[in-house]
């Protein structure tokens, strides 16, 4: 980091609870490294946890695109390392790769697209110091966009409610228990093996803050050789939506 204040790595090393019946490494896991990642790069900037409490600001995640390049398992070294590429209004763009700690070969990436936030709510205006600290916020990126195809007729939905569990410190889910929702329902539907294929990709976006009190309705469908997701209300407003298919970006 000292060279490109840009950058900033950790090491991780895979824990027991961190894979599922396959043993290797949940997809969910890589996101939950991408946001150890960016708070503890912030935190070496000088932007700790206590100075966006202390000024009512957050960072929220609205869209991941996430690979799974190669299989981890318990007890392996990895090396994480994020990288802001750049930012757009309130938006501000992460780059987290994911890779052995011995031979440096890739486990996984992603890219993720943060809004900044007052009170976790309306997006805010990056402030000028936090601008400063990061001199690739300077460099546009253009959005992202994932389309959201209406429910094929005739598509089952289960109810969902949230744990307490899945919220995080703002009482939010978490944004990587969406993806083990995502695996959670392709599982279900009978297309459990896409899930241990390597490279397989995640796309997501976030719409709105679950709540643990809601009872949501998640739908998903088979299209062509991936599955769409939707996580909506009884009443159709979207939380979040996506797809995993079995390739890379």
């Known amino acids: 980091m000292a060279d490109d204040p840009n950058r900033y790595s950790l090491p991780f090393r895979v824990r027991y609870e961190e894979c599922g019946p396959g043993g290797t490494l949940r997809a969910a896991v890589c996101l939950r490294y991408a946001q150890e990642l960016a708070f503890a790069h912030s935190a070496a900037l000088g932007f700790s946890l206590a100075w966006y409490e202390a000024h009512r600001r957050f960072w929220l995640v609205r869209r991941i695109a996430l690979v799974v390049e190669a299989p981890a ?22 780059r987290t790769t994911i890779r052995r700690a011995g031979d440096g070969a890739p486990v996984a990436s992603a890219v993720v697209d943060w809004i900044f936030t007052a009170d976790g709510t309306a997006p805010a205006r990056v402030p000028p110091d936090l601008v400063a600290a990061f001199p690739a916020l300077g460099r546009a990126v253009t959005l992202l966009p994932l389309p959201a195809p209406a429910t094929p007729e005739g598509a089952v939905w289960t109810a969902r409610r949230f744990r307490l569990g899945d919220l995080d410190a703002m009482g939010h889910v978490n944004n990587a228990v969406y993806v083990d929702l995502l695996d959670d329902a392709v599982w279900r539907a009978g297309a459990g093996a896409l899930l241990e294929g390597h490279p ?8 709105a803050a679950a709540r643990a009190d809601e009872v ?6 088979e299209a062509g050789s991936g599955w769409w997701y939707r996580l909506e209300t009884t009443a159709g407003d979207l939380r979040a939506h996506g797809r995993l298919r079995p390739d890379g970006l």
């Open 73 to 94: 398992r318990y007890g392996d070294d990895l090396i994480g390392t994020t990288q802001v590429l750049g930012m757009r209004r309130v938006l501000a763009r992460r």
């Open 200 to 207: 397989r990709t995640y796309d997501l976006q976030y719409h």
């Open 216 to 221: 949501l309705r998640e739908t998903v469908w």
